[in-house]
């Protein structure tokens, strides 16, 4: 089993073009968000434009609408005719929005309550690569995760509770997330101490994080930081396949949030680690992950981390 380890993520994180802009770093859209969980969409969208992404649509329902608006000032926020959770008549304003602006990904899950039942009718019409998350895993328990399409990319983020809801397993075993990934054909994620990314036969095996993360709101923000990664990978001529590319974004995505918890603790404590103060903490792993003292030595700065 391979490692996800700082010479991973350093070889492959997305890096900024001088000459980029919004578009050539990926426009994610974010089903997200219901009445009783407005934060959800909050902590997913925030932590997607942390990860790098050009662009973030927040669709939410209106209840949501200006919790978002206040706490993501950078997002799109559709305003949908749906109050506490997304339903089919916001579904159609969904995919009219997507059709008139395209995006490069979906992301598609925390906090939806009933709205996830849109879930698979919005994979279906937008034909997006997606990153599905929280409910929308245990609305595809429900119905069978064999109607993904396997033509398109998904990465599912499943922690223990969803991964046996998902295989219908009375426990996890080592194997788990690779009959989930076989099932599927797509990358799938087995959140937990140690977090598997696996693709099929290939499994990497998570090298940062701490028990900290084991409280609400977590995985909302890991969904964003997976989303935001991925975007860019998607706008980059790398030479790999697009399930390659979702490969690495998850792998990636599950690095740099555990390392960011790891930040995050040194001041907070593991008990106090809270959610939203995951992805404040992603600037400081990327700086000391790329700024090394030779690069700031050579372009002038000083080293304001250490």
């Not at 770093?25 to 050009?54: D, Q, W």
């Not at 990153?131 to 922690?159: C, E, M, R, S, Y």
């Not at 991964?163 to 099932?183: E, P, Y």
């Not at 977590?218 to 969904?223: E, H, I, P, R, Y």
Request: net charge positive.
């Amino acid at each position: 089993m391979q490692k996800i380890t700082k010479n991973f993520f350093k070889k492959y994180f997305p890096r900024r073009a001088k000459s980029s802009y919004k578009n050539l770093n990926g426009r994610v859209l974010i089903a997200a968000g219901s009445a009783n969980m407005p934060g959800a969409a909050v902590l997913c969208a925030r932590a997607c434009y942390r990860a790098g992404a050009g662009l973030v649509t927040l669709a939410v329902p209106s209840q949501v609408y200006n919790a978002a608006v206040k706490a993501v000032p950078e997002a799109v926020i559709l305003h949908l005719p749906c109050k506490e959770y997304l339903n089919a008549s916001s579904l159609k304003s969904i995919i009219s929005h997507n059709k008139k602006f395209p995006h490069d990904l979906l992301v598609a899950g925390p906090g939806l309550g009933k709205g996830a039942q849109i879930v698979l009718k919005l994979l279906a019409q937008t034909k997006l690569p997606a990153v599905i998350d929280a409910d929308a895993l245990n609305f595809l328990a429900q119905k069978g995760v064999f109607g993904l399409d396997k033509n398109i990319p998904h990465i599912l983020t499943p922690h223990a509770g969803e991964m046996k809801r998902l295989l219908k397993a009375v426990k996890i075993t080592d194997n788990s997330a690779k009959k989930l990934s076989q099932i599927t054909d797509a990358i799938a994620i087995l959140k937990g101490p140690f977090t598997k990314v696996c693709y099929k036969e290939i499994i990497m095996q998570n090298t940062t994080g701490n028990e900290g993360l084991a409280k609400a709101g977590s995985g909302d923000v890991l969904a964003g930081i997976i989303g935001g990664i991925w975007a860019q990978l998607i706008k980059k001529e790398t030479g790999d396949l697009p399930k390659q590319k979702a490969f690495k974004a998850a792998a990636l995505g599950v690095y740099l949030h555990g390392a960011a918890a790891d930040e995050a603790v040194k001041k907070i404590s593991k008990t106090a680690l809270m959610a939203s103060e995951i992805y404040t903490q992603i600037p400081r792993v990327i700086l000391n992950t790329f700024q090394t003292r030779l690069y700031l030595r050579k372009n002038g700065l000083k080293q304001e981390c250490k």
